[in-house]
C-alpha cells in the first residue's frame, strides 16, 4: 500500500520561507513522478509544483515560480517544497501526490496516490 505523508507546514508572516516534506512509503519511490498541489478555503485544488521521476524536468505554477523550489531525494524517498517569500495568498492546505511513470504533470487526474496534507497559513 501506497502512503504518502507530508510535513512541515505551519504558520509565518509574509516574506517568511517554510520547507515541505512528502515521504512515500509502500513502492519504489523513484518509480514516480512527484506533484505538489494546494487547496485554500472555497478554492479548487491548484497545481503547484511538478517534478519528473529522473528529477530532469520540473514545472512551476506562475505564481510561485521564482519563489517556490520543488526537488527529490531518491534516497530518502522524498520529495521537498521549498517556499521562499512567502505571500497571504499562498495559505492553502498543501498535498503531495504520486504518479507512476516518468513524466511530471501539472493535472492532478493523472496522479495515483495522494497525501493527507498539511497545512500552510501565511499571515500578513
Known amino acids: 500500500q501506497v502512503q504518502l505523508v507530508e510535513s512541515g507546514g505551519g504558520l509565518v508572516q509574509a516574506g517568511d520561507s517554510l520547507r515541505l516534506s512528502c515521504a512515500v512509503s509502500?513502492?519504489?519511490?523513484?518509480?514516480?513522478?512527484m506533484g505538489w498541489f494546494r487547496q485554500a478555503p472555497g478554492k479548487e485544488r491548484e497545481f503547484v509544483a511538478a517534478?519528473?521521476?529522473?528529477?530532469?524536468?520540473?514545472y512551476y505554477a506562475d505564481s510561485v515560480k521564482g519563489r517556490f523550489t520543488i526537488s527529490r531525494d531518491n534516497a530518502e524517498n522524498t520529495v521537498y517544497l521549498q517556499m521562499n517569500s512567502l505571500k497571504p495568498e499562498d495559505t492553502a492546505d498543501y498535498s503531495c501526490?504520486?504518479?507512476?511513470?516518468?513524466?511530471?504533470?501539472?493535472?492532478?487526474?493523472?496522479?495515483?496516490?495522494w497525501g493527507q496534507g498539511t497545512q500552510v497559513t501565511v499571515s500578513s
Open positions: 501526490a504520486a504518479r507512476t511513470g516518468d513524466l511530471a504533470t501539472r493535472l492532478p487526474d493523472y496522479y495515483d496516490y
Open positions: 509502500g513502492r519504489s519511490f523513484s518509480s514516480f513522478a
Open positions: 517534478i519528473s521521476r529522473s528529477g530532469g524536468t520540473i
